[in-house]
T-cell receptor, first 110, second 115 residues
């Protein structure tokens, strides 16, 4: 089977750093995605990790440890517009199936 | 151009109606997806087309009928829907080959309400 766990909600302050964790259990792991989704809008791609380590892209970084089934998304210099849901998604081998976690709703306060 | 377009943006239909959702992309992607998303829930995969052929059907009821007329277009035909089918329907596309190249780009979605 497969399972993806993320915290339901987080709150952080504008200008701060926040780390959103994701743990997963799946057979045939073939990559992990992070998407941002504002309420009522479509998910937008943030990052992709398939090898262990840190991928940095501007204010956003994503980390993966395959042996631990663990990833995190790091958001620096938080802005109010970063208030959104952040979806962790795991791709399985052998097809096009990407399973989404329930998402973490991030609230950025002034 | 990394845009996936969907029409209509909103749709209200009765349980006896027949309607269609449309999705289009011009990124040369050969995989296209339909997802259903309820409020505060993650997207749930419904169908995947690869090279215009149905690759995955996640046991979706037959009142949802997908169609891929060509590599740029994806339709979802709706018939005899139930109120619980009300949701945001998302289309996505991706490249096919190579690790990491299957990053999915989502359209804005169609918000469907079934009365």
């Amino acid at each position: 089977g497969q399972n993806i766990d993320q915290p339901t909600e987080m709150t952080a302050t504008e200008g701060a750093i926040v780390q959103i964790n994701c743990t997963y259990q799946t057979s045939g792991f073939n990559g992990l995605f992070w998407y941002q989704q504002h309420a009522g809008e479509a998910p937008t791609f943030l990052s992709y990790n398939v090898l262990d380590g840190l991928e940095e892209k501007g204010r956003f970084s994503s980390f993966l440890s395959r042996s631990k089934g663990y990833s995190y998304l790091l958001l620096k210099e938080l802005q109010m517009k970063d208030s959104a849901s952040y979806l962790c998604a795991v791709r399985r081998t052998g097809g096009f199936k990407t399973i989404f976690g329930a998402g973490t709703r991030l609230f950025v306060k002034a | 151009d990394t845009e996936v377009t969907q029409t209509p943006k909103h749709l209200v239909m009765g349980m006896t109606n027949k309607k269609s959702l449309k999705c289009e992309q011009h990124m040369g992607h050969r995989a296209m997806y339909w997802y259903k998303q309820k409020a505060k829930k993650p997207p749930e995969l419904m169908f995947v087309y690869s090279y215009e052929k149905l690759s995955i059907n996640e046991s979706v009821p037959s009142r949802f009928s997908p169609e891929c007329p060509n590599s740029s277009l994806l339709n979802l035909h709706l018939h005899a829907l139930q109120p619980e089918d009300s949701a945001l329907y998302l289309c996505a596309s991706s490249q096919v080959v190579g690790p990491g190249t299957d990053t999915q780009y989502f359209g804005p979605g169609t918000r469907l309400t079934v009365l």
